[in-house]
T-cell receptor, first 117, second 114 residues
């Protein structure tokens, strides 16, 4: 079974609109972490945001926020006021366990976001 | 160094040859990870180290793949008797051990087996 599911292979959004990228996950652990990465056409992997399973508040980093719905096992990325530079591939990832021995990240298939001017 | 450094950036090799991919993590980062990313796909875990100890190698596809980090810093991923299906981007990442936040990825090595 897929641990991380990103159901949107591609999304097209007008500049300045908000966009939500979907991510659902599957785990039986109570302790886990959720990550979002951005991969522009240059190929680098850029860390955007992190949410721990025990964090009560949704994580926010500038224009990025993570809509964490634990009961639904959902960790959607919200980008507010999208910019042309946001066009990239976006990956959701999970780390099961939060202790020092649990460090493997499992990635989803990604969503290609295109921002139109 | 300032970031995770991988070399070479590109490697073209003939089928059946061995290749060694190098990763130099951020100074002070205890944990080092290897991932493989096929075109249009998410990164796939291969193995990781804490210091010099290989903690998990469950993602290595078969025994042609091995990794080492003898002094707890630079790591080498070796692929023996390469096959065309080994062609991919190989990415290294590093982090402080147990870090709750993100891991820092290198630019990767694009391996092409012809």
């Amino acid at each position: 079974a897929q641990k991380i599911t990103q159901t949107q292979p591609g999304m097209f959004v007008q500049e300045k609109e908000a966009v939500t990228l979907d991510c659902t996950y599957d785990t039986s652990d109570q302790s886990y972490g959720l990550f979002w990465y951005k991969q522009p056409s240059s190929g680098e992997m850029i860390f955007l945001i992190y949410q721990g399973s025990y964090d009560e508040q949704n994580a926010t980093e500038g224009r990025y926020s993570l809509n964490f719905q634990k009961a639904r096992k959902s960790a959607n990325l919200v980008i507010s006021a999208s910019q042309l530079g946001d066009s990239a591939m976006y990956f959701c990832a999970m780390r099961e366990g939060l202790d020092q021995g649990a460090q493997k990240l499992v990635f989803g298939q990604g969503t290609r976001l295109t921002i139109n001017p | 160094g300032a970031g995770v450094s991988q070399s070479p950036r590109y490697k073209v090799t003939k089928r059946g040859q061995d290749v060694a991919l190098r990763c130099d993590p951020i100074s002070g980062h205890v944990s080092l990870y290897w991932y493989r990313q096929a075109l249009g796909q998410g990164p796939e875990f291969l193995t990781y180290f804490n210091y010099e100890a290989q903690q998990d190698k469950s993602g290595l596809p078969n025994d042609r793949f091995s990794a080492e980090r003898p002094e707890g810093s630079i790591s080498t991923l070796t692929i023996q008797r390469t096959e065309q299906r080994d062609s991919a981007m190989y990415r290294c990442a590093s982090s402080l051990m147990g870090q709750g936040g993100g891991y820092t990825f290198g630019s990767g090595t694009r391996l092409t087996v012809v």
